[in-house]
């Protein structure tokens, strides 16, 4: 997955980090010049030097093979232009972060996917809407230990066990069930079978392995 984040301040650099960490493609645009000299020294990242507002700097960061694009600089103004000129490349996911909240509908009402007010949200939990889409809805709990998560089972060694066999455990415990809308509470008889809808509350640094153990894939649309 490429993902161009525009911006190499505090939101910007950490969720680069974190995406690095993940093993995504990053490419950084920062129109300081320090800045890029020292995000390139720093990080395993792409690093193109301008402005992330102009067609050819874009361009450079090969915004026409992005998967993700992040405004992430301090300044609406910036991120609204950069992410309405991206929107004409088609990219799948345009995220966008405010510094004031009363210019969120301004965004959304323009298209951007995700507006993110970094007072609120995290960086963590961009890397979350970026490397975890297969998610319907995430919560994030207390202080960002727990994610609540739903999604639909397709495949994966859980199907055609008892609830019993697996939850709940020390990381992970499934707490509801969804049949015809309604919201089921998980009993230890119910076997898991394909096309189920679940949610799992799990402890964030094991969320990783519940998402392998499930065979939850970026493929998979898992929306309800």
Do not use: W
């Amino acid at each position: 997955m490429d993902i161009v984040i525009m911006g190499a301040g505090r939101v910007g650099l950490n969720l680069a980090s974190y995406l690095i960490s993940d093993d995504l493609d990053i490419t950084i645009i920062e129109n300081d010049e320090v800045i890029c000299s020292n995000t390139a020294e720093d990080l395993d990242a792409s690093v193109i030097c301008g402005n992330g507002t102009d067609i050819e700097t874009l361009e450079k960061a090969n915004i026409q093979d992005a998967d993700v694009f992040v405004a992430a600089t301090g300044n609406d103004a910036s991120n609204l232009l950069a992410s309405v000129l991206v929107r004409d490349y088609k990219i799948p996911k345009i995220i966008a972060r405010i510094s004031d909240p009363n210019h969120e509908e301004a965004f959304k009402k323009l298209g951007i996917d995700f507006v993110i007010d970094p007072e609120i949200t995290a960086a963590h939990q961009i890397e979350r809407i970026i490397i975890r889409p297969n998610i319907a809805d995430l919560a994030i709990i207390g202080k960002g230990d727990a994610e609540l998560l739903d999604f639909t089972l397709q495949s994966g060694e859980m199907i055609g066990k008892k609830i019993s066999d697996f939850s709940p455990n020390p990381n992970f415990i499934i707490v509801a069930i969804y049949e015809n809308g309604d919201i089921v509470i998980p009993k230890s008889y119910m076997v898991l079978v394909a096309g189920m809808k679940i949610s799992i509350l799990v402890k964030t640094k094991y969320a990783k392995k519940v998402f392998k153990r499930f065979e939850i894939t970026s493929s998979e649309s898992g929306r309800f």
